[in-house]
């Protein structure tokens, strides 16, 4: 099973910029799209973004597109999730997740999950 582990979370002030990575172990990411959630506390996890496996197709929720860029290096094995120009509603747990049935942000067409990085966005 692909495992996948998240690092780069911490504390950030209003309008800072972090960048998450999501480091895999796949012996080839060429075939795996990669998506980044975000559950916040009470709230239900939601999509991120998603990168196709040759990162050349990108989407993004309403609510980050514009401030947050996703990209990946499959030499290197890692999926980034740039993030800008913060809010306090960015303050969630993000996790890292890949599948391979298309260019999607629904959880359920994900197969394998990291075990997710605190980011927090103080105002």
């Known amino acids: 099973q692909l495992q996948l582990v998240e690092s780069g979370g911490g504390l950030v002030q209003l309008g800072g910029s972090l960048t998450l990575s999501c480091a895999a172990s796949?012996?080839?990411?060429?075939?795996?799209?990669f998506g980044w959630f975000r559950q916040a506390p009470g709230k239900e996890r939601e999509g991120v973004s998603c990168?196709?496996?040759?990162?050349?197709?990108?989407i993004y929720a309403d609510s980050v597109r514009g401030r947050f860029t996703i990209s990946r290096d499959n030499a290197k094995k890692t999926v980034y999730l740039q993030m800008t120009n913060m809010k306090p509603e960015d303050t969630a747990i993000y996790y890292c997740?890949?599948?391979?049935?298309?260019?999607?942000?629904?959880?359920?067409?994900?197969?394998?999950w990291g075990q997710g990085t605190q980011v927090t966005v103080s105002s």
């Open positions: 796949a012996f080839n990411l060429n075939y795996y799209i």
């Open positions: 990168i196709s496996e040759s990162g050349g197709r990108t």
């Open positions: 997740a890949t599948g391979a049935n298309g260019v999607t942000m629904e959880p359920a067409a994900f197969h394998s």
